[in-house]
């Protein structure tokens, strides 16, 4: 079984870069899409983007498109998120999980702790 962990929030300034990771241990990721998602305090979580890892082929929603970068890592059976000229209203709990299906905008699995960015104006 594959288990996520996510790693890498902070808080920073308005305009800085954050990259997120979310590692894998139990398996190689090489059969999933991978996903980005967050919550902001008294919101429902959304999807960031997501990857499948076997091709790198990536999608993303509008409000991070230009800004946010999805990457694997082969070599660390990881996931990260470069996360470029943030703004207040990225800041949120961030979650990794496994895509239901690529294309797709949901994920399935346990939900891990997140890790927690946030961004000052």
């Known amino acids: 079984q594959v288990q996520l962990v996510e790693s890498g929030g902070g808080s920073v300034q308005e305009g800085d870069s954050l990259r997120l990771s979310c590692a894998a241990s139990?398996?190689?990721?090489?059969?999933?899409?991978v996903g980005w998602f967050r919550q902001a305090r008294g919101k429902g979580r959304e999807f960031v983007a997501a990857?499948?890892?076997?091709?790198?082929?990536?999608y993303a929603a509008d409000s991070v498109k230009g800004r946010f970068v999805i990457l694997r890592d082969r070599a660390g059976n990881a996931v990260h998120l470069q996360m470029n000229n943030l703004k207040a209203e990225d800041t949120a709990v961030y979650y990794c999980n496994f895509m239901d299906y690529f294309g797709g905008k949901t994920g399935f699995g346990s939900w891990g702790q997140g890790t927690q960015v946030t961004v000052s104006s």
């Open positions: 139990g398996d190689s990721l090489s059969k999933y899409a």
């Open positions: 990857i499948s890892f076997s091709s790198g082929d990536s």
